[in-house]
Every structure is written in structure tokens, then in C-alpha cells.
């Protein structure tokens, strides 16, 4: 077991959840983290990531309603979801990257290490 992510849940449309992602083994500050979901019947997709530095890339659905933070006394990574709706009903993935650059935060083959996943309902 590498990354482990964890806060998922059943939420109404409108509520909010907080994913976490954490890592025994690997200090997470060192890395690039991103989170990517998974709809039922659709491919894996980006949603947000923060780079080693703290910048923040956002897939365009989320603007606005989904963040991403480190605690790094933690060694967690967070994602913040509000305003959620029943399009973001999915598996939520996080993982981590060593090097990535600016311009593929959103490929996930710029991603080392993986977590197991953990899912989000969203009721209408």
C-alpha cells in the first residue's frame, strides 16, 4: 500500500467533503500531488493538483468549488469539495509525482505512485 486516501462518503447536492491522502512511507512535501476521479463508465480524470512549491492547477470544473492544501506536519494532503453535485460522483484518486512540469500537472502519467481510491456519492 503506497498513497492512502480516505474522507469519501455519501453527501447531498450542496454539501461538502474533505478528502484526505496520506503516506506512510513517503514525505509528502517532497512530491507534486494531485487528485484524479473516476465516474462510473468514464475514464479517469484530472481534477486538481498542487505543485511542490504550492501552486495550484485546477481542472475547469472545479474552479471555484474544489481546493487543494498541504499539511505538511501532517503529511497529508487534503481536497476541500464544496458545492458538490451529482456530477462529481466518482472514485477520487490521489497521487503523487517527483518532477512534473508545468504543463502536464494534468497527465497522468506524470504521476509516480497512486492511491486506492475512495468514493464519492453525490445524491441529487
Known amino acids: 500500500v503506497q498513497l492512502q486516501a480516505s474522507g469519501g462518503g455519501l453527501v447531498q447536492a450542496g454539501g461538502s467533503l474533505r478528502l484526505s491522502c496520506t503516506d506512510p512511507?513517503?514525505?509528502?512535501?517532497?512530491?507534486?500531488m494531485g487528485w484524479f476521479r473516476q465516474a462510473p463508465g468514464k475514464e479517469r480524470e484530472f481534477v486538481i493538483a498542487?505543485?511542490?512549491?504550492?501552486?495550484?492547477i485546477y481542472e475547469d470544473s472545479v474552479k471555484g468549488r474544489f481546493t487543494i492544501s498541504r499539511d505538511n506536519a501532517k503529511n497529508t494532503v487534503y481536497l476541500q469539495m464544496n458545492s458538490l453535485k451529482p456530477e462529481d460522483t466518482a472514485v477520487y484518486y490521489c497521487?503523487?509525482?517527483?518532477?512534473?512540469?508545468?504543463?502536464?500537472?494534468?497527465?497522468?502519467?506524470?504521476?509516480?505512485?497512486w492511491g486506492q481510491g475512495t468514493q464519492v456519492t453525490v445524491s441529487s
Open positions: 497521487a503523487a509525482g517527483a518532477t512534473i512540469a508545468s504543463i502536464q500537472f494534468k497527465l497522468q502519467r506524470s504521476y509516480d505512485y
Open positions: 512511507r513517503r514525505t509528502l512535501s517532497n512530491y507534486n
Open positions: 498542487i505543485s511542490r512549491s504550492g501552486e495550484i
